[in-house]
């Protein structure tokens, strides 16, 4: 629609027998970049990119995964000629956090399990600010869920994650954002009937 909320227009653009959910989307001069999760006939489901221009042409969508592992919580973030995601993955027993990049044409696709500890993770989140990919999850310590964090090089190498929190309450649905050399925080925590927002912030540190 246009940005004084006229002109709305709607449109279907996947067809199929699978259900197609956790759509994420970003614009990109004049293309819109999306990515889903979709089961695949054996019910694990796989992650797709979607691609078009933003008159709306030019659709096309491609599945990026295909191992008889199940994937979640699909995100996407643009930057430069490059086209970063993170989900999570189970590795057969455990949820860990994957991530990859292709071109911003649409080619290459290299996929990286970036964990292999024994607790799941969720609800993985990114954001590229200069030569690094920051992320943040909600992962499982065997009763809480806790807040973590990473960061990698955008050439993929020297990953370091960080537990941030470890009180006795399950974190949920954490976001964050990046503004100049701070990163800011949000969830929401399980403290009984009352479920309380935390915020946190802290200093970029190269």
């Known amino acids: 629609m246009n940005i004084d909320r006229t002109a709305w227009k709607a449109e279907k653009r996947t067809s199929g027998q699978y259900d197609k959910t956790f759509p994420q989307l970003q614009v990109v001069g004049s293309r819109i970049y999306y990515v889903r999760q979709q089961p695949d006939g054996t019910k694990n489901r796989q992650i797709w990119t979607m691609e078009m221009n933003t008159d709306g042409t030019g659709w096309k969508e491609v599945q990026r995964t ?30 860990q956090i994957w991530t990859a990049e292709m ?5 290459e696709w290299p996929a990286i399990q970036r964990t292999d500890t024994p ?18 999850w909600e992962e499982s310590d065997g009763k809480y869920r806790q807040i973590w964090t990473a960061r990698v090089n955008k050439d993929g190498t020297v990953w370091k994650s960080e ?32 479920e309380p927002i935390w915020v946190a912030e802290e200093i970029v540190v190269e």
Not at 103 to 107: A, E, F, K, L, P
Not at 122 to 131: E, F, H, I, L, R
């Open 66 to 95: 295909n191992n008889p592992f199940d994937k979640q919580f699909p995100q996407l973030h643009a930057a430069g000629n490059k086209i970063y995601s993170t989900w999570n993955e189970s590795d057969g027993k455990y949820r």
């Open 103 to 107: 071109n911003i044409d649409g080619s």
């Open 119 to 136: 607790f799941d993770k969720y609800t993985p989140k990114q954001q590229s600010v200069g030569d690094k990919i920051y992320y943040l």
């Open 163 to 194: 537990k941030r929190t470890k009180s006795s309450y399950g974190k949920y649905d954490p976001e964050f954002q990046i503004i100049g050399n701070r990163i800011y925080y949000v969830w929401h925590e399980d403290h009984g009937p009352i």
